[in-house]
């Protein structure tokens, strides 16, 4: 079975600056995919970035990058220029790729999530 | 376009009180999936369906119905519902496995 550990429960980093968030997973699968989810106050999830394991490439969206280390199952979100809106839970997440749905191989599994503090 | 709406957004029950929560989607997406949320334990599927008419268990069903008549809608059920089953729960849908877009969660309160 697929786990998803998130190590740090609560983060904090200052308006401005950089922050890194870690995220390792367990898996027989050699084809996946895996996913960071940011869950403000709202309580609504919001898709930040997705990252394909056959992709040797970090997936980068503006200021939202990771650092995918297949070898190593580990999968860390860089929060660059961070901002009081990027305050929020991040989920990492993971899912087996494939074209078929069966059983529970169509689900996401989430990590336990890392709560983010922007100060300024 | 309103993406994934979930009614109701707050409910409390009384111990064996059932209830269904709808979920809906105007994205047109076959996929579409049932979550709950605890707290400390992240996000666990409940059931989930790859298209009308059809549905599957996920991770933690017990407890819990489904079904998918239409397209665009998913609905939960509770037939008897249970202190543990206090939770937020999530609705999502994807075109493909592989993205999930999420409605805005359900708070529900079990005494």
């Known amino acids: 079975a697929q786990t998803v550990t998130q190590s740090q429960p609560e983060m904090s980093v200052q308006e401005a600056e950089t922050v890194t968030l870690s995220c390792t997973y367990d898996t027989s699968e050699s084809d996946y995919y895996l996913f960071w989810y940011k869950q403000p106050p709202s309580r609504q999830m919001i898709l930040v970035i997705r990252q394909e394991a056959y992709k040797q490439q970090n997936a980068t969206e503006n200021r939202f990058s990771v650092n995918f280390q297949k070898a190593a199952k580990s999968f860390s979100l860089k929060i660059s220029d961070s901002q009081l809106g990027d305050a929020a839970m991040y989920f990492c997440?993971?899912?087996?790729?494939?074209?078929?749905?069966?059983?529970?191989?169509?689900?996401?599994?989430f990590g336990t999530g890392t709560r983010l503090q922007v100060t300024l | 376009n309103a993406g994934v709406t979930q009614t109701p957004k707050f409910r409390v029950l009384k111990t064996g009180q059932s209830m269904t929560l709808l979920c809906a989607q105007d994205m047109n997406h076959e996929y579409m999936y049932w979550y709950r949320q605890d707290p400390g334990m992240g996000l666990r599927l409940i059931h989930y369906?790859?298209?009308?008419?059809?549905?599957a268990k996920g991770e933690v069903p017990d407890g819990y119905n489904v079904s998918r008549l239409k397209k665009q809608n998913f609905l939960l059920g509770l037939e008897s519902a249970a202190p543990s089953q206090t939770s937020v729960y999530f609705c999502?849908?994807?075109?493909?496995?592989?993205?999930?877009?999420f409605g805005p969660g359900t708070r529900l309160t079990v005494t």
């Open positions: 999502a849908s994807s075109y493909t496995p592989y993205e999930q877009y």
């Open positions: 997440a993971y899912r087996r790729r494939g074209t078929q749905l069966s059983g529970t191989a169509s689900k996401l599994t």
């Open positions: 369906s790859v298209g009308e008419g059809t549905t």
